[in-house]
């Protein structure tokens, strides 16, 4: 499944954030805004590849029926973002989204790095991506660039890799950013050398993205926050295309 260019995956979590903010309890309500699938809808409009949810246990954001209504949208690629619990699992495997992307939630879930600890909890982990994949869901951990995590990732039979970009992203402009993202690079070419996929996210701006495409062997980014920003001025639609121009500029 290697792509000629990278793909852009939008994360749409923050339209729900915003409506969540004024209609909490009552988002199924014909009033409330702005509506998830209508945002989707646009981000696919502006060239979206695909669409990213994280469905939080607590459902702070997106909610069941956002994930559902945007499943059964025309020509979505949903890649769904969630924790490793029995009850994400049966709704993942009945939902059976393109891809499910394993996230941490609980803290002693997360390394330092932020990303999932796979390698601390290798056999839920692992059990989680079976009962996937045999679902036909293409599985990715979310994971810190690191060595163990990702040597622990290709242990667990997932194909794919989401590297978490998070710590390069904050030291942006600083003298460690040049650090983080050759700890970036050598993940990305540790991961390849193992067979897997690789995926990149969070906190990847219109800014930092020119360096983000410096790296080796990625297949899709994963951006949210940045887009959804943008889009409070332009739209979701212009806001996603610009981003492409970035992916896409030879
Ligand atoms: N990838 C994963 C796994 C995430 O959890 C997030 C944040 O929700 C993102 C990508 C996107 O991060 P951002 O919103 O900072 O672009």
């Known amino acids: 499944m290697s792509a000629s260019r990278i793909l852009l995956g939008v994360n749409i979590d923050h339209a729900a954030t915003l409506r969540q ?43 069941d029926e956002d994930v559902l209504a945007i499943a059964r949208l025309p020509g979505v690629r949903l890649n769904l ?15 059976r989204p393109a891809a499910v992307c394993l996230v941490p939630e609980s803290r002693e879930e997360v390394t330092t790095e932020g990303g999932l600890e796979v390698a601390g909890q290798l056999a839920r982990v692992t059990e989680t991506v079976r009962a996937l994949a045999s679902a036909n869901i293409e599985v990715s951990l979310f994971i810190g660039p690191d060595a163990p995590q990702i040597e622990a990732a290709k242990a667990t039979g997932a194909p794919v890799v989401e590297l978490h970009t998070g710590a390069f992203a904050n030291a942006w402009k600083s003298p460690a950013a040049a650090r983080e993202l050759e700890r970036l690079r ?16 969070h906190g990847i701006n219109y800014d930092n993205i020119g360096a983000i495409l410096t790296l080796p062997h990625l297949h899709e980014l994963n951006i949210g926050h940045s887009i959804v920003s943008r889009a409070l001025f332009t739209g979701i639609r212009s806001a996603v295309a610009e981003m492409q121009v970035h992916l896409r500029r030879p």
Do not use: K, W
């Open 21 to 63: 903010a004024r209609y909490r309890g009552l988002h199924a309500s014909p009033q409330a805004e702005p509506n998830p699938v209508e945002f989707t809808r646009e981000a696919l409009a502006g060239g979206a590849d695909g669409i990213t949810v994280h469905l939080r246990e607590d459902r702070r954001h997106i909610q």
């Open 81 to 95: 973002e969630m924790a490793c619990t029995p009850a994400m699992i049966d709704f993942a495997r009945r939902l």
């Open 186 to 201: 050598q993940g990305c070419e540790l991961a390849r050398s193992l067979g897997l996929i690789v995926n990149a996210g």
